[in-house]
């Protein structure tokens, strides 16, 4: 069984900067990429900011 466990990611709802931004994209990126990678994937704390 593949296991993905995420944390600590601050996700933040508006971007202050082009580090959140370019942060932003590429977390939605790792998540669309990590489809049918694995079998369970926890979201384990501080996604959002």
């Given at each position: 069984m593949r296991?993905?466990?995420i944390s600590d990611v601050h996700f933040k709802y508006k971007h202050k900067s082009e580090a959140?931004?370019?942060n932003a994209a590429l977390f939605?990126?790792?998540l669309s990429s990590s489809v049918g990678r694995y079998d369970l994937m926890v979201l384990n704390g501080d996604i959002f900011d």
């Open positions: 296991i993905c466990v959140d931004r370019q939605l990126y790792f």
